[in-house]
């Protein structure tokens, strides 16, 4: 991303990740929600963002959960052809809710999206998006995330929206 480039980021620990190591270097140029953990606001925040700023590439990282909180504003960004990235991060449930829950209370619940035999759930967000009519990527693992957001990052920031999944860890993995 340029740095005049737009960077909205979802709640929980997407949020801190990138506010600890993404550098900033002009205004409003990375938004977030400022740490009140409203899920479900970065994805059409990310749409207001690219329609006040036409002419800057406008991308939007967060979580699996974060992402099915509002991802019906894919439609509005395929209906007005408005030309955001967004990145999925997908780690199959709520990764910040499990991780305290474990610190305190040495455990976790109803943080996890599981099948009823226990393994991982996780929507195909790939197709999701495709289903949109947006071009997507799905990325499985960390050497291919670069490549798959430099073809993303290399497009034409007038042209169509855009969306990238990574998946994490799996679900009962350990911290």
Request: charged share 15%.
């Amino acid at each position: 991303m340029g740095r005049e480039d737009i960077l909205l980021v979802g709640s929980g620990n997407t949020q801190g990740v990138v506010k600890q190591s993404y550098p900033v270097y002009e205004p409003r140029t990375h938004i977030t929600s400022g740490s009140y953990s409203s899920m479900g606001w970065a994805l059409p925040a990310a749409l207001g963002a690219k329609l006040a700023c036409p002419d800057r590439k406008v991308c939007v990282i967060l979580g699996d959960g974060d992402f099915m909180m509002s991802m019906q504003e894919m439609a509005v960004a395929a209906m007005h052809n408005i030309p955001i990235i967004v990145v999925v991060q997908n780690n199959s449930g709520y990764m910040a809710i499990r991780s305290g829950q474990r610190k305190i209370l040495g455990r976790h619940a109803a943080s996890e999206f599981n099948m009823g035999n226990g393994g991982a759930y996780s929507p195909q967000f790939a197709e999701i998006a495709k289903s949109f009519g947006i071009d997507s990527w799905r990325v499985e693992s960390a050497d291919k995330l670069k490549p798959a957001l430099g073809c993303i990052f290399g497009t034409d920031p007038t042209g169509r929206p855009a969306t990238s999944t990574r998946l994490g860890r799996p679900a009962g993995a350990a911290y």
